[in-house]
């Protein structure tokens, strides 16, 4: 940006902030995917879709959607996932972190440049949730989990492109002014 | 009128990480370590369960009608090789039958306990657990259906897993080959007892602590020993495929497959085993607070049985 541009560092200020229906919805969405009964490799290169709208929201909506919704979230993903209560809620809460610490950042860049930093974020909870099994003496399950992060970040343009789309965003039309 | 303050902030996102990360390592040791968190566990999965049963739908529909186009000559071999399995197995009932009567009698003269599992419920497998890190699978049978933590799942072939935990209306089984999962064993072939222990990803079973020069060689088929109470004896376990003597350790390295179809079942059977009942796991400080109030009432009064004594 040259000295002297007036133009405004990023338009999202100015934007109206999302419904709260928006918001839950595409959480609850996101929710249903990871509900799919995935298993074997799929679920292993599985990007984590809570997690990935858990940041686009931290992101978008901070004072919606901060580290307690995503502490909330986790506890649901580890008692549907069989796995350790509190496992995905280090992780979930650490990732929303980085995402609040690194928003302003985010916000300036182009989608690809947000990508990257948001596959940045995703590793460091699949790294998180891969310390806390080893530590419990588990298995790795394979190098093929960190295709997960990787391919959540690919999917970072499309969950933005959904949930900025502008039609969610209308009010409904009964409560429209006229 | 209460207008919020301009700039509501309220704690930093540092101290907020702070707080949830001590708030989720309390709650991972309450889970892991003291099994406090049960509650919760089955509070979410009542609501979960019916949402995890509507995304499995598609899926499940597109299996029936894969299914319902299978062709005429399969079903006819399927029946033909089911039908010669019930005759075998007819057979074989009977004889069992036969047995376990005897066996009956003996252990009435002996007076010792009936250890074998006369119910059990059939469940079908729902799906995989999704958790990449451990080897567990869902039933449809839960507490509802009368089943319980620790009970032993089974198949055609052999012992399948245990019940680890249970929701209402589904459990969870952890399989003989998740990683540190044990089952007291036997040889058959000359009653060599040990204990068989998951390997994790690539779903064998090792037998560890065996001494090199124990009799153990390949082929040779582990089934349950019984002793732990909660496994009736006799099931089958492994079969051992790779037998490592070295000299330099003093232990056989013994690796097993598994009896059952541990992945590609789509029934199993939970036995309700009345022998687990009778061998309860150990209240360790329960049984120490009761030793210590039996101790202190025989202090106070003396046994009505010896009073009586000198009389009769």
Do not use: C
């Not at chain 1, 919805?25 to 990007?47: D, E, H, K």
């Not at chain 2, 309390?26 to 999965?45: E, N």
């Not at chain 2, 047995?99 to 006369?118: G, T, V, Y």
């Amino acid at each position: 940006m040259a000295y002297g541009d007036l133009s405004p560092i990023s338009r999202e200020p100015m934007r109206p902030p999302a419904p709260l229906r928006v918001v839950f919805g595409a959480l609850f969405v996101a929710l249903l995917i990871n509900l799919l009964p995935w298993s074997g490799t799929p679920l292993l290169i599985r990007p984590d879709f809570v997690l990935l709208v858990l940041l686009f929201w931290a992101v978008h909506e901070p004072r919606i959607i901060g580290q307690g919704m995503g502490f909330a979230l986790a506890l649901v993903m580890d008692v549907a996932d069989s796995a350790l209560l509190g496992q995905h809620a280090l992780a979930y809460v650490i990732a929303t972190f980085l995402a609040q610490v690194l928003r302003l950042r985010i916000l300036q860049l182009t989608v690809a440049e947000q990508a990257l930093h948001v596959g940045g974020i995703l590793f460091v909870s699949t790294a998180v949730m891969l310390l806390l099994n080893s530590m419990l003496g588990r298995d790795f399950p394979g190098v093929a989990l960190f295709l997960s992060p990787i391919l959540g970040a690919m999917l970072w343009p499309v969950v933005r492109a959904v949930t900025a789309w502008q039609k969610l965003r209308l009010p409904p039309p009964t409560t429209m002014m006229r | 009128m209460y207008q919020e303050p301009f700039f509501t902030r309220g704690p930093s996102p540092l101290a907020r990480l702070t707080f949830f990360s001590l708030l989720a390592i309390v709650v991972m040791i309450a889970d892991h370590r003291f099994r406090a968190l049960d509650t919760v566990r089955l509070a979410v999965s009542v609501v979960l369960h019916p949402v995890e049963r509507a995304m499995a739908l598609p899926g499940d529909l597109a299996s029936r009608v894969g299914d319902y186009f299978t062709s005429q000559d399969k079903l006819l071999a399927d029946n033909r090789v089911l039908e010669r399995k019930v005759l075998e197995l007819a057979a074989a009932s009977q004889q069992a039958q036969l047995l376990k009567s005897e066996h009956e009698r003996l252990i009435r003269l002996a007076a010792a306990n009936d250890r074998f599992a006369n119910q059990g419920i059939v469940a079908e497998i729902i799906r995989d657990a999704r958790n990449p890190f451990n080897r567990r699978i869902i039933v449809d049978k839960g507490m509802a259906h009368g089943l319980r933590g620790g009970l032993p799942v089974i198949d055609g072939g052999g012992v399948v897993g245990q019940v680890t935990a249970v929701g209402t209306l589904t459990s969870e089984v952890t399989l003989i080959t998740e990683k540190d999962q044990s089952v007291p064993v036997m040889l058959v072939r000359n009653g060599l007892r040990a204990v068989s222990v998951g390997m994790g990803k690539d779903g064998t079973i090792d037998v560890p602590f065996i001494p090199a020069s124990a009799d153990i060689r390949n082929g040779d088929v582990f089934v349950t020993s019984g002793i732990d109470g909660l496994y009736p004896p006799g099931l089958a376990v492994a079969t051992i495929t790779s037998v490592e003597k070295n000299a330099a350790f003093q232990f056989a390295r013994i690796i097993g497959t598994p009896a059952s179809g541990v992945d590609n079942h789509r029934f199993v059977m939970v036995l309700n085993n009345p022998a687990a009942a009778t061998y309860p796991i150990p209240d360790v400080a329960g049984e120490e607070r009761k030793g210590a109030r039996e101790r202190g009432s025989r202090a106070q009064r003396p046994a009505p049985a010896n009073i009586r004594k000198p009389e009769q």
